[in-house]
């Protein structure tokens, strides 16, 4: 459940965007500048006489991106630094025609496919399995504007597994909806977005009661128990897309904070240090260092 709930906070920003074109780097990473690539490594902090110092420095993510900010290329590694995904984008213009997902030895396993009408918009989206048979397909309806009303994914049986809806005022949309089901057609998750600064998330057990529920205000995110009790807070800064977490809990509150410690001369961070306090005290978990390279002006 955790990891879906990071990923309806991050992954959803660039699609829920009230902007108008924001580049991979921007939208997906908050990086500024023209970003070409950037590599994450991550130092555990050890209790050595006394004293916490880092581990050994191991990778986590690398990423290349295009002079249009749009990223062409994914390599994601496990606690040991070993290679387990890598996606490779391929675009014409700004828009993304294909999409395969590999595995740590290479072996692709999933495919996208996009189509665009005359005008640049996507019109539909295809995902096969690493042996060429359909996994699902994404339909895009517009409206007499042009303008996107609803995004439906269904699996290669015909089942809808995820929906988009968007409604507007004027040129403005104003309120969006995601909708996620299981396969037995059961809602797993409902996201309702009313401004753009607004965003609720409920996730549901398969009998259709609450199991946790988020509200998202601004840059602070509130999540609750299933019984409507506050079980964490969470603020995300505007250098980078930092968390601070202060999860509430009577008996073992405790408080997780990612604080930047070096930034470049474009203002994205390359060292951050996340803290961790309780009733023991402040200690360092981890530092992240971030290599960035830019396109030369």
């Known amino acids: 459940m955790k990891a879906l709930i990071l990923f309806l906070l991050v992954a959803l920003s660039p699609t829920l965007a009230y902007t108008q074109y924001r580049s991979d780097a921007e939208a997906t990473y908050a990086l500024k500048g023209p970003v070409r690539s950037f590599k994450t490594e991550v130092a555990t902090f050890v209790l050595k006489d006394g004293n916490f110092v880092e581990g050994p420095r191991v990778v986590q993510m690398e990423a290349s991106f295009n002079t249009d900010g749009n990223r062409t290329d994914l390599y994601i590694y496990n606690d040991k630094g070993i290679l387990v995904r890598r996606i490779v984008m391929k675009f014409e213009g700004r828009n993304m025609v294909e999409?395969?997902?590999?595995?740590?030895?290479?072996?692709?396993?999933?495919r996208s496919v996009n189509a665009y009408d005359n005008e640049g918009r996507m019109t539909e989206e295809?995902?096969?399995?690493?042996?060429?048979?359909?996994?699902?397909?994404?339909?895009?309806?517009?409206?007499?504007?042009?303008?996107?009303?609803?995004?439906?994914?269904?699996?290669?049986?015909?089942?809808?597994?995820?929906?988009?809806?968007?409604?507007?005022?004027?040129?403005?949309?104003?309120?969006?909806?995601?909708?996620?089901?299981?396969?037995?057609?059961?809602?797993?998750?409902?996201?309702?977005?009313?401004?753009?600064?607004?965003?609720?998330?409920?996730?549901?057990?398969?009998?259709?009661?609450?199991?946790?529920?988020?509200?998202?205000?601004?840059?602070?995110?509130?999540?609750?128990?299933?019984?409507?009790?506050?079980?964490?807070?969470?603020?995300?800064?505007?250098?980078?897309?930092?968390?601070?977490?202060?999860?509430?809990?009577?008996?073992?509150?405790?408080?997780?904070?990612?604080i930047p410690d070096q930034t470049d001369a474009h203002g994205n961070w390359t060292k951050q240090t996340k803290w961790s306090t309780d009733a023991n005290g402040t200690k360092p978990l981890k530092a992240t260092y971030r290599t960035i390279t830019y396109y030369q002006n």
């Open 99 to 110: 999409a395969v997902n590999y595995d740590g030895a290479g072996k692709a396993w999933l």
């Open 126 to 258: 295809a995902t096969y399995q690493g042996d060429g048979s359909l996994r699902s397909k994404t339909i895009f309806k517009r409206n007499a504007r042009g303008q996107l009303v609803e995004k439906s994914e269904y699996s290669a049986e015909g089942v809808l597994l995820e929906q988009f809806t968007y409604k507007y005022e004027g040129d403005k949309r104003h309120s969006a909806e995601r909708k996620i089901f299981r396969p037995d057609g059961s809602l797993q998750a409902l996201e309702i977005q009313t401004a753009p600064s607004k965003r609720e998330t409920t996730f549901y057990n398969p009998d259709g009661t609450v199991a946790t529920k988020s509200v998202r205000v601004d840059q602070e995110v509130q999540q609750y128990n299933q019984d409507g009790s506050l079980a964490k807070i969470t603020t995300i800064s505007d250098q980078g897309r930092l968390l601070d977490e202060l999860t509430i809990n009577p008996r073992h509150p405790k408080r997780e904070s990612e």
